[in-house]
């Protein structure tokens, strides 16, 4: 009898110790394998630090908080790569045509070029060295000037001469050498030759902010009052558009700067949204909100470029 009920203990504690085994696996299956569980731990929290463009010019962190800022009101910028600035600044008493200069995070100008007619809209470093930018006045024009201010490339702009201010925004060099401007009272993007020919056209909803050429051969075009931007092709067909009509709740009020992140995401900016309001909003390929930037400053946020996703900085030429 002690043998039999031994025998029949031990085997009673094996299988016991077997079934409990056996239901432990099934359950961490269950944890692994479970998609509610995969989505939720796939979702991370969205981080970015960027420089906020406009009435006030300043540096946000990740966190929020503002750890640069530069004394004049600017219209367009990048952060370089050695981590100086490049700024487009309004016109003002000490700059009534505009600028653009080049400084250091404490301030230190290392450039400056003193516009001529009614104001500077854009900027852009070249691999050249030299630094591209548009004016605005009764000579509308595109410009590439040297580290001594020397003009080098001088192309006059075909578009109206009636409103200075509405002659042309974000303009870029492009890998082909031609210069794409978005031109906004006339409704057009175009790309123009160095020899001030057109080379390519679309016309746009409304009054296009940026043209950003990506690297399918697509534009992203930021079309401003019209709260939209669209992706057009290269025969200018939208193969895609976002506007308050996608969104749970209108949130573009004024798209100006916008900028195409290495995701596929798009970040725009809504230039007029207001104090307390969100400024900033990253949406992805199917139009999900999926960061935003809200502040308490009365300017808003006319153009910028985003530094960094969840602390690494994003790579190559940023797309804006």
Same mark, same amino acid.
């Given at each position: %009898?002690? @043998?039999?009920?031994?025998?029949? =203990?031990?085997?009673?504690?094996?299988?016991?110790?077997?079934?409990?085994?056996?239901?432990?696996?099934?359950?961490?299956?269950?944890?692994?394998? @479970?998609?509610? $569980?995969?989505?939720?731990?796939?979702?991370?929290?969205?981080? #970015? =630090?960027?420089?906020?463009?406009?009435?006030?010019?300043?540096?946000?962190?990740?966190?929020?908080?503002?750890?640069?800022?530069?004394?004049? =009101?600017?219209?367009?910028?990048?952060?370089?790569?050695?981590?100086?600035?490049?700024?487009?600044?309004?016109?003002?008493?000490?700059?009534?045509?505009?600028?653009?200069?080049?400084?250091?995070?404490?301030?230190?100008?290392?450039?400056?070029?003193?516009?001529?007619?009614?104001?500077?809209?854009? =900027? !852009?470093?070249? $691999? @050249?060295?030299?630094?591209?930018?548009?004016?605005?006045?009764?000579?509308?024009?595109? %410009?590439?000037?040297?580290?001594?201010?020397?003009?080098?490339?001088?192309?006059?702009?075909?578009?109206?001469?009636?409103?200075? #201010? %509405?002659?042309?925004? %974000?303009?870029?060099? $492009?890998?082909?050498?031609?210069?794409?401007?978005? !031109?906004?009272?006339?409704?057009?993007?175009?790309?123009?030759?160095?020899? @001030?020919?057109?080379?390519?056209?679309?016309?746009?909803?409304?009054?296009?902010?940026?043209?950003?050429?990506?690297?399918?051969?697509?534009?992203?075009?930021?079309?401003?009052?019209?709260?939209?931007?669209?992706?057009?092709?290269? !025969?200018?067909?939208?193969?895609?558009?976002?506007?308050?009509?996608?969104?749970?709740?209108?949130?573009?009020?004024?798209?100006?700067?916008? !900028?195409?992140?290495?995701?596929?995401?798009?970040?725009?900016?809504?230039?007029?949204?207001?104090?307390?309001?969100?400024?900033?909003?990253?949406?992805?390929?199917?139009?999900?909100?999926?960061?935003?930037?809200?502040?308490? #400053?009365?300017?808003?946020? #006319?153009?910028?470029?985003?530094?960094?996703?969840?602390?690494?900085?994003?790579?190559?030429?940023?797309?804006?």
């Amino acid at each position: %009898m002690e @043998s039999k009920n031994g025998f029949f =203990s031990r085997h009673t504690a094996k299988d016991f110790l077997a079934f409990i085994f056996s239901k432990l696996q099934v359950l961490a299956a269950t944890v692994v394998l @479970s998609p509610a $569980l995969v989505g939720a731990a796939a979702e991370t929290k969205i981080t #970015h =630090s960027f420089l906020a463009l406009g009435g006030e010019t300043y540096i946000v962190s990740a966190g929020g908080k503002i750890e640069w800022t530069y004394p004049f =009101s600017t219209r367009d910028g990048w952060v370089l790569p050695n981590g100086d600035l490049l700024l487009t600044l309004s016109k003002c008493d000490k700059y009534p045509g505009g600028a653009v200069v080049e400084v250091t995070r404490q301030g230190k100008v290392l450039f400056e070029y003193k516009g001529t007619q009614a104001e500077v809209n854009t =900027s !852009q470093k070249l $691999l @050249s060295g030299n630094i591209l930018l548009t004016e605005a006045g009764p000579n509308p024009r595109i %410009m590439e000037v040297d580290s001594k201010g020397t003009v080098v490339v001088n192309i006059p702009l075909q578009c109206q001469t009636t409103n200075h #201010h %509405m002659q042309s925004r %974000m303009t870029r060099k $492009l890998a082909n050498g031609n210069y794409l401007v978005p !031109q906004l009272l006339d409704k057009v993007v175009r790309e123009y030759t160095p020899e @001030s020919k057109v080379a390519w056209e679309v016309k746009t909803p409304h009054w296009p902010f940026t043209a950003i050429r990506l690297p399918n051969g697509h534009t992203l075009i930021n079309c401003t009052a019209g709260n939209l931007t669209i992706e057009v092709d290269a !025969q200018g067909k939208i193969v895609w558009q976002i506007s308050n009509e996608d969104l749970p709740k209108p949130l573009i009020n004024d798209a100006c700067g916008g !900028q195409r992140l290495p995701n596929g995401n798009t970040v725009l900016t809504s230039y007029h949204i207001g104090v307390n309001r969100t400024k900033l909003i990253e949406v992805t390929p199917e139009k999900k909100v999926v960061w935003t930037y809200t502040d308490d #400053h009365k300017d808003g946020i #006319h153009e910028f470029q985003i530094l960094d996703t969840n602390a690494d900085p994003i790579a190559g030429t940023p797309l804006r």
